[in-house]
Each structure stands twice: as structure tokens, then as C-alpha cells.
């Protein structure tokens, strides 16, 4: 009987491809995986919508709304799964990943914001609490919480941070809980800001006269590139279905801005608000 080490000793090519085969990278595992999810079969191959190719496909799906269009058109097969969850439609936030190999996630919201080009849409796992601190946005993004509730999707300004966002293009933040311990949860700057489906909630007491949910210093109407919105142009914020709570003021505007077109709804458990923060 031949030992394994005289084995290796008479045939060192297939040793060799032994220990070359143990020692894939996890990266190069990540995009074999990605690879054979783009050549899955659908689970309907004969419908005409499969005659299209990949490209084609994603470009179609980039029309669709991330929440719920696009996360449901992901459970449809596992070539939809791969179009609908590419790294060039959204960017995904997850704190429960080990490292940062898989492409288009990543641990932290800075570290995505960081990553992403302007018009990418950033979707931020749920559950748990995301701390936040002062994260500049200058470009314009869409960052979006993965619950169904904007409950289960927290975003945390800790204490000695001016805010959790701080906003100096146009964005759309939706479906999130954004906490702030002091100071503010959204700091807008320039841009247009579109505010939709969130909790906001400051310091009650005993210091929330330091607390604002929202704080706008915009100054007017701008044509540089850091204004120039996806969604309309101009600076101004946009509320919508937001339950606000805590702080001196819902909001606090410096400069020429005005809050107009608000309306207020009760419900059981909430105080919904619309309402728009308009240059005068």
C-alpha cells in the first residue's frame, strides 16, 4: 500500500492542483456563485419575457420601484433573483455579513454611500440599529430600509454628532427610523430632500430644545451640479406619511425656506405629516 505522502511524491501535479483548488479565495467562490445564479434557467423558460437577455432584462427592472416592485420580482426564479439583486440596480446594506466580499453589500452606511455613483439606490438591511454619525451625502441617492415597517429598519445619531444625515444633493430617504439622541436626524443642506413613510424621533427630555427631526440651511435655488435633482430641482424638502416626535420644533428652518402645504392625519397609534419646506 503506497502512503499518501509517496503518493504525492509520484505525482506532484495532482498535488500540486490539490492544494491549488483548497486554496480559492472566497472572492473568486462569491462570483462562481453569482456566475452560475446569471445562468439559471427560469422557472418559466418558454414565456416571451425570457426570450430577452440579461441586459435587457435589468434595464427593465430598473424601472421598478425597489420596495415592493423590484424585492418582489426577485422571488420569482433564480435568474430574476441575480437581475433583480445586481450590484448595478441597488447597493444593500447588512450588517450581519462576516466581511465585505460579496459585491454591492457592505457593513456600514458610510462605507455604501461611500461606494455608490449618483442615482444608486442604497437598501438597508432590517433589523438591529445602524449607528449613524454624521454621514455627508453628496451625491444624489435613494436610501431605502428593508423592513416592511419603518420600525424594524433604525438609523442612530449618538450623542456629540450634529446629525445622522447630513444632505448636499438630492435624495429620498424611505422606510426608515432615524433616532437622534441630540441634535438633529436630518440636516439638509442643498438639494431636494424627499422624506416618505419614516419615523423621526428626538430627545423629549430634559434637553430637547437641542433636538430637531429636521434642520434645513438651504438657501434658494441653485444650478450647480450638487442641486441637480432626479426627482425636480431647486432646494426644498418634501414630508410624507412621517411620524414626527420629540425636539423643540418639527422643523427648523434658516434662511429664506417656509413650511407650507401642511396637513396632519390622526390615527390610533400615530400622527401622521405631509408638508413641504419651500424656498420663498
Request: charged share 20%; proline share 5%; hydrophobic share 35%.
Amino acid at each position: 500500500m503506497v502512503s499518501i505522502a509517496e503518493q504525492e511524491q509520484t505525482n506532484p501535479i495532482s498535488a500540486s492542483k490539490t492544494i491549488g483548488l483548497a486554496k480559492m479565495s472566497h472572492k473568486q467562490k462569491i462570483k462562481n456563485k453569482w456566475r452560475r445564479l446569471s445562468r439559471h434557467s427560469s422557472t418559466s423558460p418558454d414565456s416571451p419575457i425570457n426570450t430577452l437577455d440579461d441586459g435587457c432584462l435589468m434595464h427593465i427592472f430598473s424601472f421598478l420601484s425597489p420596495i415592493p416592485d423590484r424585492y418582489n420580482t426577485a422571488l420569482v426564479c433564480h435568474r430574476w433573483r441575480f437581475l433583480a439583486c445586481h450590484p448595478r440596480l441597488w447597493l444593500r446594506v447588512d450588517r450581519t455579513m462576516k466581511d465585505d466580499s460579496e459585491p454591492g453589500v457592505f457593513l456600514s452606511i458610510d462605507a455604501a454611500v461611500s461606494a455608490a455613483k449618483p442615482g444608486d439606490t442604497i437598501l438597508i438591511a432590517a433589523g438591529g440599529i445602524h449607528i449613524t454619525s454624521n454621514i455627508q451625502i453628496k451625491k444624489p441617492l435613494c436610501l431605502i430600509g428593508g423592513g416592511e415597517l419603518p420600525e424594524e429598519t433604525t438609523l442612530l445619531c449618538s450623542r456629540g454628532s450634529d446629525s445622522a444625515l447630513e444632505l448636499l444633493s438630492t435624495c429620498k430617504i424611505t422606510n426608515l427610523t432615524v433616532k437622534a439622541e441630540l441634535g438633529c436626524c436630518l440636516l439638509h443642506r442643498s438639494g431636494r430632500l424627499i422624506i416618505d413613510s419614516c419615523n423621526l424621533q428626538c430627545e423629549t427630555n430634559p434637553l430637547d430644545y437641542l433636538s430637531f427631526p429636521i434642520v434645513s440651511t438651504a438657501n434658494g435655488p441653485k444650478n450647480s451640479p450638487s442641486s441637480v435633482s432626479l426627482l425636480a430641482h431647486g432646494d426644498g424638502v418634501t414630508v410624507s406619511r412621517t411620524r414626527i416626535e420629540g425636539g423643540a420644533k418639527a422643523v427648523l428652518t434658516i434662511g429664506t425656506l417656509v413650511l407650507q402645504h401642511v396637513r396632519v392625519i390622526y390615527g390610533r397609534s400615530s400622527v401622521l405629516f405631509w408638508f413641504e419646506v419651500e424656498h420663498q
